[in-house]
Each structure stands twice: as C-alpha cells, then as structure tokens.
C-alpha cells in the first residue's frame, strides 16, 4: 500500500522562528513529491520536487528533496502569522500505463499556527 | 492564470435528491480531477480525467457520476447521497495525466447531505 506520513502532526510557533516540517514516502513508481499549503479551502501549489538534493526556494520556504532516504523536507524561515495553515506533502505515482494517468496520494499534513 | 473555478460554492440536497457539481478550467490543461476531502483529513482521489476521457476511477460509488463535456469543463453528477458523502469536493487539472506536471486545485464545493 502507498504510504505518504508527514511529521509533525501540528506545531506552533512564535513569529520569526524557522520551522522544518517533514514527508516520508513508502510508495511504488514515484514521480514527483509535491507540496501543498491548504488555509480555508483548495490546497495551493507551493513546489513539485521530482530529482533528489536540489533545493527549489520561493521566499522564505524551500524544499529538498531525498530519493535515496525517501523523504522530503519544507523549510520557512522568518515565519509570519500568514503562514499559518495546514501543509499538505503529496507523491505522484505513475501508472504502468501511461495513458491511464497519474495519482496525487496526499499525506496527512501539519497544521502548522504562527503566534503573533 | 492558475485558476480552478468550481460551482456552486455551497450545497445542501437531500438524499433523495439529484445534483451536480461543476468545475472549469482555462489553462489549456488535459488532465482533470475530482477529490474528496472529510473534515481534518487530506483530499482523497476519487476520478482522472485525461484527455476528456475517464482514465481513473478510485472505486467511487455509482451515486457519483463523472462527466467531462469538453476539455475545460468536468461536471460531478450526485444521485441518491448519503449523509456520510458530505464533505468539501476539490477539483484539480493538470496540464498533463501522464508526465509529472503539478495539479491545481479549484476552492472546492461543500457539500451537506441530509
């Protein structure tokens, strides 16, 4: 069974604390991880991580990506109260057959709360 | 332009009721989905759509039924529901089902069965 775990579960923090939020990954045919933020409604898209110790950076977040130790890590640095939501790790499996599409398994994600 | 939009915003239905779901998508992309999200939990697949052809099916009751009129329009027909179908249905599109292309998420409708 495809299994995506996100640690931690939860976490509050003060403004301007740097936090590591963490996504391990027990999957077949990996494609890519991805990260998502999720406030009141959709998730939104913050980074797609498909080859292994390249940093993608927008801002004050970054990610990396581990294809050997099959895990995946989300920096924020210098946190703000905007930043407070639920962060979502997904991996997108391939299929067999190609044309039968890719599959998006979600972790559980970290709420994450940003103390003003 | 990364925009999903998805109507209406807010549903409540009976379950002998029938009602759908819609979602558009502008972006030229080929591949679209449907999700279903529980309170406190993260989406779960339920339909891949590429190339307006149903390629994934999570094995979803027949009381939701896909559509895909045309390559940006992806409808959820609903049919005899149940209470525990309520939940937020996020759709997504991608440009493509088959490569690794990120997927975006429409707001998502909410849906109260009773």
């Known amino acids: 069974e495809d299994k995506v775990v996100q640690s931690p579960l939860s976490l509050v923090v003060h403004e301007g604390d740097t936090v590591t939020l963490n996504c391990s990954y027990e999957?077949?045919?990996?494609?890519?991880l991805l990260w998502y933020k999720q406030e009141k409604k959709a998730p939104t898209f913050l980074f797609m991580l498909?080859?292994?110790?390249i940093e993608k950076k927008s801002g004050r977040l970054s990610s990396i990506l581990d294809k050997k130790e099959l895990f995946s890590i989300l920096n924020i640095t210098a946190t703000q109260t905007g930043d407070s939501a639920i962060y979502l790790c997904?991996?997108?499996?391939?299929?067999?057959?190609?044309?039968?599409?890719?599959?998006?398994?979600f972790g559980a994600g970290t709420i994450l709360r940003v103390k003003s | 332009d990364t925009e999903v939009t998805q109507t209406p915003k807010h549903l409540v239905m009976g379950m002998t009721n029938k009602k759908s779901l819609k979602c558009e998508q502008h972006?030229?992309?080929?591949?679209m989905y449907w999700y279903k999200q529980k309170a406190k939990k993260p989406p779960e697949l339920m339909f891949v759509?590429?190339?307006?052809?149903?390629?994934i099916n999570e094995s979803v009751p027949s009381r939701f039924s896909p559509e895909c009129p045309n390559s940006s329009l992806l409808n959820l027909h609903l049919h005899a529901l149940q209470p525990e179908d309520s939940a937020l249905y996020l759709c997504?599109?991608?440009?493509?089902?088959?490569?690794?292309?990120?997927?975006?998420f429409g707001p998502g409708t909410r849906l109260t069965v009773t």
């Open positions: 999957v077949t045919n990996f494609r890519s």
């Open positions: 498909t080859s292994s110790g």
């Open positions: 972006m030229g992309h080929r591949a």
């Open positions: 997904a991996v997108l499996l391939g299929s067999r057959f190609m044309e039968y599409g890719n599959k998006l398994v």
């Open positions: 759509y590429s190339y307006e052809k149903l390629s």
């Open positions: 997504a599109s991608s440009q493509d089902a088959s490569l690794s292309y990120e997927q975006y």
